[in-house]
T-cell receptor
Framework: NAGVTQTPKFQVLKTGQSMTLQCAQDMNHEYMSWYRQDPGMGLRLIHYSVGAGITDQGEVPNGYNVSRSTTEDFPLRLLSAAPSQTSVYFC????????????FGSGTRLTVV | AQTVTQSQPEMSVQEAETVTLSCTYDTSENNYYLFWYKQPPSRQMILVIRQEAYKQQNATENRFSVNFQKAAKSFSLKISDSQLGDTAMYFCAFMPPQETSGSRLTFGEGTQLTVNP
């Protein structure tokens, strides 16, 4: 099993550009989430999904869109990149039963200049 | 909303010694789940240990154990016989019951642990 696969691992964008961070899991997990990690702030939830076709906002959703057309894929779209979106982004998936926790991808380091 | 607080931004320990990382949380839920994740320099998030709030027994995983104090809303991580490979950022995380949250994880700010030879 590959687990949770994120692409790309690194990306540099210019202010105003758009892009999509890809996330795919092969564990048939219903729950998927996107987090951003900034120094001194831990990981903060951007958007999450409890199943195909169902998404909801997390703590810091502004400037980001998501969709969940299949169980496997959960892409994160940056609509118009801003320097404040410079961060490390993690995708994670879970069976949805609390005692299993979440499995994380390896992260994407995004720099917006 | 739940909050998770890790009051120790950095800690260090000598190899083979024991260290305890602190975590407190705030919630009105009675049933929930708590986790410690490790993030080494590779950036990968690795689940270290988990605890269900309805279980009074503290979870253990080899050299890692927790001290779960539900009334005090405290969830500390003890690492015994520290090894150089334990050097990492450690995050405490809280998950409410599935039916109230969509299984959303809330993280603390992290504690950077350095194990010295």
């Amino acid at each position: 099993n590959a687990g949770v696969t994120q692409t790309p691992k690194f990306q540099v964008l210019k202010t105003g550009q758009s892009m999509t961070l890809q996330c795919a899991q092969d564990m048939n997990h219903e729950y998927m989430s996107w987090y951003r990690q900034d120094p001194g702030m831990g990981l903060r939830l951007i958007h999450y999904s409890v199943g195909a076709g169902i998404t909801d906002q997390g703590e810091v959703p502004n400037g980001y869109n998501v969709s969940r057309s299949t169980t496997e894929d959960f892409p994160l779209r940056l609509l118009s990149a801003a320097p404040s979106q410079t961060s490390v982004y993690f995708c994670a998936s879970s069976r949805g039963l609390g005692n299993y926790g979440y499995t994380f991808g390896s992260g994407t380091r995004l720099t917006v200049v | 909303a739940q909050t998770v607080t890790q009051s120790q931004p950095e800690m260090s320990v000598q190899e083979a010694e024991t260290v305890t990382l602190s975590c407190t949380y705030d919630t009105s839920e009675n049933n929930y789940y708590l986790f410690w994740y490790k993030q080494p320099p590779s950036r990968q998030m690795i689940l270290v240990i988990r605890q269900e709030a309805y279980k009074q027994q503290n979870a253990t995983e080899n050299r890692f154990s927790v001290n779960f104090q539900k009334a005090a809303k405290s969830f500390s991580l003890k690492i015994s016989d520290s090894q150089l490979g334990d050097t990492a950022m450690y995050f405490c995380a809280f998950m409410p019951p599935q039916e109230t949250s969509g299984s959303r994880l809330t993280f603390g700010e992290g504690t950077q642990l350095t194990v010295n030879p």
